[in-house]
Structures are given as C-alpha cells and as structure tokens.
C-alpha cells in the first residue's frame, strides 16, 4: 500500500468485536479479521451493514494429527485424543473425526454432538478436552485434531504431522468496509495489493493459512 503512495496505520484488537465497532464509527477505513458467518450474525445483531470485498482472501484449515502414525489408515489403537474445551468446537471436532471415519455418532439428530454421542469408538480412544496444550504435547496423544491458525499461533507448524484436513470454503477471511466505500480508490487498491504475488507469497503455509485468491 506504501509503494502505491499511502501512508498506512495498523490498529491491532484484542477483541472480536472491536474491529467492527471501529469500522462502523470511522476509527479505522477497513478491518481484515473476520469470516463471513460470523460477519452476517454482527450485522444481524447490530443493525449494521459491514461489506466483505470479493474476492475472499485466506483460510484456515482444521486437521487430524499424530506423531504416532503418517497415515489416517493405519491408526494406532488405544490412547488419548485431544479435542476442543468449548461445546461448540468439541462438536465439530466429533464431526470431522466421524468424517475420517475414526468415531461413528449416534444417528440422532443434534445440534450439537459431545462425547457421550460416541456409539462407535472402533480404536478404543479416550476423548480429552486439552484445547491449545495438545498441540505442545503431541506426544501424549494418539490423534489431536485442531486448527492450523490456532496451532501455528502457538509455533507450532500446521503443515507437519497432518493425516486429514477439513477446508470449509465459508470460513475463509475477508477485507471488510462499509458499503459507502466499496467504489473507492483506496478500497479497490487495498484489494490489489492483498491479492498481489507478492501477498501470495508473503503468507506461507506454516503460518495456518492459505490463499483463496
């Protein structure tokens, strides 16, 4: 952006819903952090009309992992799987390893699966809430499953030990601005240089993103 004549200041959040707020008040131009779910239920709630630029940008992918086997087909039997601490990522966790084929759920409708929803636990797992301290310890467990962000903010890398990944398409991140902006210069300039080469390049794997661009 500097080498096309702008001056750019960065604002980094602490909170999810600040970046919005910020945007919708004027304190910040664009904001570049959020999914398109979780952008339709802000504008939803608040009454806004905050507009993700086309294209979207990157994602991030959630995975299957072990330092005990480089195969999803030839898990090891018994042991300790590390899933999520929150009811709404346990849920997807249980989801992705019936995907994989690790767990069979009960065939009854839910919202939301937990542990008790196993039927089928074909490789005698022990299922274990760890959230971010799996990824540190990988040791421990037979299979952690998580997602690359999260890992790679914990240093760890996200493209090594990997047996499966998940790609959901909704959830990739996209530049944001209000509507009254979308055919300015500025915006359409911020969309060229994030959808350079150059960006492509600068934003490597083992960081837990990848472009969608």
Known sequence: ME???YEVELKVFDDYFLPNE?????SVDANFYQHEP???TYNDEKGTDIQMMEPKLWNYWAGIYSVKTDSID???DGGIVGIAEDASNIDQDLRRLQEAEVIKLTD???DQYDVADIVENPYNYEFIQADHIKYTNMDDYALVIG???TMASFDVDPTKNLLQSFVD???ALGMCIMPENADTQWAKDIMEAYTSDKAKEYVKPETGF????
């Open 169 to 171: 398409d909704s959830l």
């Open 74 to 76: 030839k898990l090891p």
């Open 38 to 40: 979780f952008l339709d």
């Open 210 to 213: 990848e472009a969608v661009f």
């Open 147 to 149: 997602t690359s962000n």
């Open 22 to 26: 910020a945007l919708v008040e004027g």
């Open 108 to 110: 009854e409708e839910k």
């Open 3 to 5: 080498d096309m004549g």
